[in-house]
């Protein structure tokens, strides 16, 4: 697309005014976030949010060649959203030791990852010196290996049971090799949902906290939102809006993930079933164009199917993610994809999208 004139090529009035903002590089309103959310004009929509992609990458689509490490499935919480978790005691819970986590990481390495990406369950008796010792047992695999891990509600977790301030968590945790954090746990920061999907976990604003606290100390996080449970457009809206208004603040977060909710086996029944292609085209382009502020979109092909992933490709998503060797959590909760994609299956739906794959990593470090 000639980007020179990207307000002439919409009709839409309404997307229009969001196209002459998006040129003009005017944030827009969370107004405009509700209508992008409903809009049923995906054609106009995919305009826009394409054009804000091409202009920030090119014709790049990243990915990455990763093992995703889940090193518990008990947990104290048992949040209502969660197919993964488990009670300590039940017959399929576990606990991988660490001799367990060195053997797959190695295996893993063996066959060519350049990175670890590591959440698990909060479990009341591991302390932070498991984690510590975790990371660098890892590290002295491979050093160079990119480490992902704990998501904000783990950090807190962590901090509470070990006494020490998130700081200090954080610091401990960087020291032995942490490279970035996840976005998990976000879900959607609306109270009223929040309490229903997973009323225990902590809320919004202290995950937005942490999220300062780790972005001030230098380290670069991910952002997630969950939807397609109980949410409504506004929703989504208010939590994009509280993810830009502290990216603002901070500059902190590298990448913004939509998450589409998997309810088998989940104690939520999603209102509207499993979501539409529209839905999901809905919710990547108006975050591509709202949050113009956090360089990259991923589309997570394991939640959405690949082929709605490749599609997404060309509204506003940059980032491809990655090979996910023995993925556990939303495949507990019933995604129908493999558990892992290989390099040449991902390479191929980029390319196959008009696109130039670019392997990286999760601090989208070029090799
Ligand atoms: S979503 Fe996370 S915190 Fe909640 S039960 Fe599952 S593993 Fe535990």
């Given at each position: 697309m000639n980007i020179s004139n990207l307000p002439d090529t919409i009709t839409n009035k309404k997307l229009k005014k969001i196209a002459v903002k998006v040129f003009e590089e005017i944030p827009v309103s969370k107004a405009d976030a509700v209508y992008m959310l409903s809009t049923n004009d995906i054609l106009e929509l995919g305009k826009i949010s394409n054009f804000i992609r091409t202009k920030l990458h090119g014709h790049k689509a990243y990915y990455g060649v990763n093992m995703n490490l889940n090193f518990t499935n008990i947990c104290e919480l048992r949040c209502p959203l969660c197919a993964f978790s488990r009670d300590e005691g039940d017959k399929d819970a576990f606990l991988l030791s660490?001799?367990?986590?060195?053997?797959?990481?190695?295996?893993?390495?063996?066959?060519?990852?350049?990175?670890?990406?590591?959440?698990?369950?909060?479990?009341?008796?591991?302390?932070?010196?498991?984690?510590?010792?975790?990371?660098?047992?890892?590290?002295?695999?491979?050093?160079?290996?990119?480490?992902?891990?704990?998501?904000?509600?783990?950090?807190?977790?962590?901090?509470?049971?070990?006494?020490?301030?998130?700081?200090?968590?954080?610091?401990?945790?960087?020291?032995?090799?942490?490279?970035?954090?996840?976005?998990?746990?976000?879900?959607?920061?609306?109270?009223?949902?929040?309490?229903?999907?997973?009323?225990?976990?902590?809320?919004?604003?202290?995950?937005?906290?942490?999220?300062?606290?780790?972005?001030?100390?230098?380290?670069?996080?991910?952002?997630?939102?969950?939807?397609?449970?109980?949410?409504?457009?506004?929703?989504?809206?208010?939590?994009?809006?509280?993810?830009?208004?502290?990216?603002?603040?901070?500059?902190?977060?590298?990448?913004?993930v939509p998450l589409l909710f998997h309810a088998a086996n989940t104690r939520i029944k999603a209102k509207r079933g499993t979501s539409t292609g529209y839905d999901d085209i809905r919710i990547y382009a108006a975050s591509r164009i709202f949050l113009h502020n956090v360089p990259h979109l991923k589309a997570l092909w394991m939640y959405l199917g690949d082929k709605m992933a490749q599609v997404l490709l060309r509204f506003g998503v940059d980032d491809f993610a990655a090979t996910y060797y023995n993925e556990k959590v939303v495949h507990a909760a019933g995604a129908k994809t493999p558990d892992y994609g290989s390099e040449p299956f991902l390479k191929r739906l980029i390319e196959n999208a008009g696109l130039k794959p670019v392997r990286t990593t999760a601090n989208y470090w070029i090799q």
């Amino acid at each position: 697309m000639n980007i020179s004139n990207l307000p002439d090529t919409i009709t839409n009035k309404k997307l229009k005014k969001i196209a002459v903002k998006v040129f003009e590089e005017i944030p827009v309103s969370k107004a405009d976030a509700v209508y992008m959310l409903s809009t049923n004009d995906i054609l106009e929509l995919g305009k826009i949010s394409n054009f804000i992609r091409t202009k920030l990458h090119g014709h790049k689509a990243y990915y990455g060649v990763n093992m995703n490490l889940n090193f518990t499935n008990i947990c104290e919480l048992r949040c209502p959203l969660c197919a993964f978790s488990r009670d300590e005691g039940d017959k399929d819970a576990f606990l991988l030791s660490l001799d367990e986590i060195g053997k797959r990481v190695r295996k893993a390495v063996a066959s060519g990852i350049d990175e670890v990406h590591i959440v698990g369950g909060l479990h009341p008796e591991l302390k932070i010196d498991y984690f510590e010792e975790m990371i660098r047992r890892i590290k002295k695999i491979k050093s160079d290996l990119f480490i992902v891990a704990f998501t904000a509600v783990e950090i807190d977790y962590f901090a509470k049971k070990n006494k020490i301030t998130v700081k200090d968590t954080l610091k401990r945790l960087t020291d032995a090799g942490v490279g970035a954090m996840p976005g998990g746990g976000a879900e959607i920061f609306s109270p009223r949902i929040r309490n229903f999907i997973a009323p225990t976990k902590i809320p919004g604003r202290r995950w937005l906290q942490i999220m300062r606290t780790a972005h001030e100390m230098g380290l670069k996080t991910n952002a997630t939102m969950l939807y397609n449970h109980k949410e409504e457009i506004v929703d989504i809206a208010d939590h994009l809006a509280k993810i830009r208004k502290l990216q603002d603040e901070t500059g902190g977060f590298k990448t913004f993930v939509p998450l589409l909710f998997h309810a088998a086996n989940t104690r939520i029944k999603a209102k509207r079933g499993t979501s539409t292609g529209y839905d999901d085209i809905r919710i990547y382009a108006a975050s591509r164009i709202f949050l113009h502020n956090v360089p990259h979109l991923k589309a997570l092909w394991m939640y959405l199917g690949d082929k709605m992933a490749q599609v997404l490709l060309r509204f506003g998503v940059d980032d491809f993610a990655a090979t996910y060797y023995n993925e556990k959590v939303v495949h507990a909760a019933g995604a129908k994809t493999p558990d892992y994609g290989s390099e040449p299956f991902l390479k191929r739906l980029i390319e196959n999208a008009g696109l130039k794959p670019v392997r990286t990593t999760a601090n989208y470090w070029i090799q």
